[in-house]
């Protein structure tokens, strides 16, 4: 078992415990779930290298740029929310004083 990664040794106790369940009807070895699991590795990698690539690098004017936009849009949400909270407090107060006849 040595040289086996501990994710494939997890992945294959699921396995295991699924099978026990009645779940499943094959049983892979746990040498194909460790490959399995270098293969995922090695092609995320792959993946992220490529992405890398065609982005490029990222500066913090990028990242600052990000914050402040999410920034803003939660501030302009939170602004619309607490604006309409508001209005409808305001409908509502004034329904009670028309069903106590205190409108003007």
């Not at 369940?21 to 290298?49: D, T, V």
């Not at 914050?67 to 849009?73: F, W």
């Amino acid at each position: 078992m040595a040289g086996i990664h501990p994710a494939s040794t997890g992945a294959y106790a699921q396995y295991e415990a699924a099978k026990a369940a009645g779940r499943s009807s094959r049983r892979p070895s746990l040498e194909w779930f460790s490959e399995r699991h270098k293969r995922r590795a090695a092609e995320r990698e792959r993946r992220l290298a490529e992405a890398r690539a065609a982005r490029g690098p990222v500066g913090h004017e990028a990242v600052d740029a990000a914050c402040e936009r999410i920034r803003a849009e939660a501030a302009t949400a939170t602004e619309a929310a607490r604006n309409g909270g508001e209005r409808a407090d305001i409908a509502r107060w004034n329904a009670e004083a028309l069903a106590r006849g205190e409108a003007r």
